[in-house]
């Protein structure tokens, strides 16, 4: 069966960098995308970007350019996202969400169990 | 201020049907011809349960239904039950399908 699974959770101080980790299983690792959605303490969903996996190619959304930085490891099925400068108003959890390539239809149909990250000095 | 505007809650009793609004209120979503529902739990990851406006996921109940008009998609659940007590997110892309968008969230509470 699909499974994302996310590393564990990260307590970083105000200025670093953390890299979280969605190890992909069950599935044709290279036909889809991954995508980063971060959600922070009782507010929504917010979108970062996607990493196409079979062409390493990256889209992040503006409010993170220069941030993040999200790569994949084919051989090893998993995906990882960089965030730097992390500042207090980056605590949150993080989730991976896998998206099919080369489709018209737009939809994240599995969800990693989601990486909290708390950004404290 | 999120391209997708969902109302930020609401509510209905046990057997009651609700629907939920996703209204897209920018030219930075696309053709919205593919409107995805999220459904989440306290403490959970979100989960499909809606997507290209109508279809469901293998696995998700039929008391969950979608519909679009315009700019405005709809989610709707019928016959509530207490477990469907959750925040529920609806989600599109732009024009170039390069980005993705969310909606604020909607909590539904059942009373």
């Known amino acids: 069966q699909v499974q994302l699974v996310q590393s564990g959770a990260e307590v970083k101080k105000p200025g670093a960098s953390v890299k979280v980790s969605c190890k992909a299983s069950g599935y044709t690792f290279t036909g889809y995308y991954i995508h980063w959605v971060r959600q922070a303490p009782g507010q929504g969903l917010e979108w970062m970007g996607w990493i196409n996996l079979n062409s390493g190619r990256t889209s992040y959304a503006q409010k993170f350019q220069g941030r993040v930085t999200m790569t994949r490891d084919v051989s090893a099925t998993t995906v990882y996202m960089d965030l730097t400068s992390l500042k207090s108003d980056d605590t949150a959890v993080f989730y991976c969400?896998?998206?099919?390539?080369?489709?018209?239809?737009?939809?994240?149909?599995?969800w990693g169990q989601g990486t909290p990250v708390t950004v404290s000095s | 201020q999120s391209a997708l505007t969902q109302p930020a809650s609401v509510s209905g009793s046990p057997g009651q049907s609700i629907t939920i609004s996703c209204t897209r209120i920018n030219t930075d979503v696309g053709d919205y011809t593919s409107v995805s529902w999220y459904q989440q739990h306290p403490g959970k990851a979100p989960k499909l349960i809606l997507y290209d406006v109508t279809n469901r996921p293998s696995g998700v109940s039929d008391r969950f239904s979608g519909s679009k008009s315009d700019n405005t998609a709809s989610l709707t659940i019928s016959g509530l039950q207490a477990e469907d007590e959750a925040d529920y997110f609806c989600g599109s892309y732009s024009i170039n399908r390069d980005l993705r968008f969310f909606g604020g969230g909607t909590k539904l509470t059942v009373l």
């Open positions: 969400a896998r998206e099919k390539i080369g489709v018209t239809s737009y939809y994240f149909d599995h």
